[in-house]
T-cell receptor
């Protein structure tokens, strides 16, 4: 049972354009969401998070949007840069329980010049 | 600030052998996680410690996997005996854990190949 889904395994975007990575979840108890970025041969690194009391969180070129009614969140990267090429994982947790993170399967983003 | 340290980086063993991985979390982080990431999939939580107590090990194959976190700091994850399907990257992560909704910091992982 995949509670966190990233239905696009890969995405290719031109440098300078917007990258939009999508994530859907099924567990309505999730109330905290995170995006992690992973380069080859490295562990995932935290990128940005959002609590369910918000619908948007912005940090520089990265913005995460949360639509609770649709159980959907997205990560926008504007403008995209070649260094953003990596695998992006969406993760979710239930704050009243533990900090256990449930990860999606990841989306490989490639930003080309 | 030093990050999460893991060793070894790579390990190749034959099936039915045993293997152990080591993790040193970020200083002061109460929560430690072990994740298994199979190629093409997202990380899957195997076990979560709060200090030296187990919080969640519901997805740990206890017939072959074991983990401990003595003194609430370093942790080891052991597989005995290994199976071919255990080939994966094993990621250790830590978080403050005393405040909810804090991000986890990951180590570089140990890539295990079982042949």
């Amino acid at each position: 049972d995949q509670q966190v889904k990233q239905n696009s395994p890969s995405l290719s975007v031109q440098e300078g354009r917007i990258s939009i990575l999508n994530c859907d979840y099924t567990n309505s108890m999730f109330d905290y969401f995170l995006w992690y970025k992973k380069y080859p041969a490295e562990g995932p690194t935290f990128l940005i998070s959002i609590s369910s009391i918000k619908d948007k969180n912005e940090d520089g070129r990265f913005t995460v949007f949360l639509n609770k009614s649709a159980k959907h969140l997205s990560l926008h990267i504007v403008p995209s840069q070649p260094g953003d090429s990596a695998v992006y994982f969406c993760a979710a947790s239930v704050s009243y329980n533990t900090d256990k993170l449930i990860f999606g399967t990841g989306t490989r983003l490639q930003v080309f010049p | 600030e030093a990050g999460v340290a893991q060793s070894p980086r790579y390990k190749i063993i034959e099936k039915r052998q045993s293997v152990a991985f080591w993790c040193n979390p970020i200083s002061g982080h109460a929560t430690l996680y072990w994740y298994q990431q199979i190629l093409g999939q997202g990380p899957k939580l195997l076990i979560q410690f709060q200090n030296n107590g187990v919080v969640d090990d519901s997805q740990l194959p206890k017939d072959r996997f074991s983990a401990e976190r003595l003194k609430g700091v370093d942790s080891t994850l052991k597989i005995q005996p290994a199976k071919l399907e255990d080939s994966a990257v094993y990621l250790c992560a830590s978080s403050l854990g005393v405040i909810k909704n804090t991000e986890a910091f990951f180590g570089q992982g140990t890539r295990l190949t079982v042949v």
